[in-house]
């Protein structure tokens, strides 16, 4: 049997609980009618007062949790360094916040919290003690456009290595992985911003050579020339300083640090008709990471969200409930494969 488990991030339900088409209690029992077991949380958009909510708030979650029997699976926290416009803040105002996050996510039956990307590997080590006292595991996020060979990241993985405990690790956010642009990001950028057709073939091309726009920039320390020659709008600079976001890495990439890695975000763009997901190959991940024995969770994180041209209806819940089954088909048919 594969160990690989599902949930939804509700981050892909933003705009719904956003707009107030869905409470939290909507959420919950829209996954919970669909068969959706795990989710994973963010406490600073959908708790109020997060990190120190009021008792009211918790036991409305502890209600919500038993009564569609969700299991919370990860926090995703974020560490606002900048938080004064005159100075960062000092190492022990970081430390201290992510304190009050770990005793948040043990209290709400989190037992993983996902470290925005860029988190200063400094927080590690002072950390550990209260990650093993309320049992809650640190992962860093290797986002697209911050991954692995950014210095931040090498820092904090250096770190996590040098101190080798189970309470520290990675989040992986697929979005490493496009074989494609995602073309509502393209469509959002041409149809409503302006942007040139010839610009977008030019970065649709680059992932068609097996490489990705950051590669390139970093290649030629900077854009292209014949890229720059292309550039002749705020639409087409924006376009092209965007795409360096969505990297096209092999998957081999995460061989050295699969047994650090406690969860991933299955990015999602687009779903298509076909029933895959347009700019990432989710079967070949799925296999990949199965053969590798992973033992973890796997969750739909849904950013098409922010390219819906205006005018056009929000599809969120579709395009989740759409991945999820994309998902347990492929986990569904390695088992089947396995038993074979």
């Known amino acids: 049997m594969s160990k690989i488990k599902t949930c939804v991030s509700l981050y892909s339900l933003q705009d719904e609980y956003l707009n107030k088409r869905m409470s939290l209690e909507d959420i919950f ?23 120190h909510p009021s008792e009211e708030t918790l036991a409305e979650w502890d209600r919500l949790v038993s009564s569609y029997n969700m299991r919370p699976v990860i926090a995703d926290v974020f560490l606002n360094t900048n938080l004064y416009k005159n100075r960062e803040l000092t190492p022990k105002e970081c430390v201290d916040l992510l304190i009050d996050e770990i005793k948040l996510a043990n209290r709400l039956g989190i037992r993983l919290i996902r470290l925005v990307s860029m988190v200063p590997a400094f927080v590690i080590e002072p950390l550990l003690p209260y990650a093993e006292k309320y049992n809650v595991t640190l992962a860093l996020e290797i986002h697209a456009g911050l991954s692995f060979d950014v210095p931040k990241t090498q820092e904090f993985i250096k770190e996590m290595k ?26 959002y950028c041409q149809q409503h911003l302006g942007t040139n057709q010839e610009v977008i073939n030019y970065v649709n091309n680059i992932f068609a050579q097996g490489t990705d726009p950051r590669k390139v920039i970093i290649e030629h320390n900077g854009f292209p020339d014949d890229l720059k020659k292309l550039l002749k709008s705020d639409a087409d600079h924006f376009f092209a300083h965007f795409a360096d976001g969505y990297e096209n890495e092999p998957y081999s990439i995460l061989d050295e640090y699969m047994p650090y890695i406690k969860h991933f975000h299955f990015k999602l763009f687009e779903m298509i008709e076909s029933g895959e997901e347009y700019s990432i190959d989710y079967k070949g991940l799925l296999k990949y990471l199965h053969e590798k024995g992973y033992d973890g969770y796997v969750s739909t994180e849904y950013e098409g969200n922010r390219w819906v041209l205006p005018g056009n209806p929000m599809e969120e819940k579709e395009q989740v409930l759409a991945h999820q089954a994309l998902i347990r ?9 396995e038993v074979y």
């Not at 009618?33 to 997060?50: C, K, Y």
């Not at 040098?162 to 469509?187: E, H, Q, T, W």
């Not at 088909?329 to 089947?336: G, Y």
Request: with cysteine.
């Open 329 to 337: 088909s492929v986990i569904k048919e390695l088992e089947e494969q």
């Open 162 to 187: 040098r101190l080798n405990s189970p309470y520290v690790g990675l989040v992986i956010d697929a979005g490493i992985f496009c074989k494609r642009l995602p073309r509502v990001m393209a469509n």
């Open 29 to 51: 029992k829209f996954l919970a009618d669909n068969t959706v077991e795990g989710i994973e949380f963010l406490p600073d958009q959908m708790m109020p007062n997060a990190p």
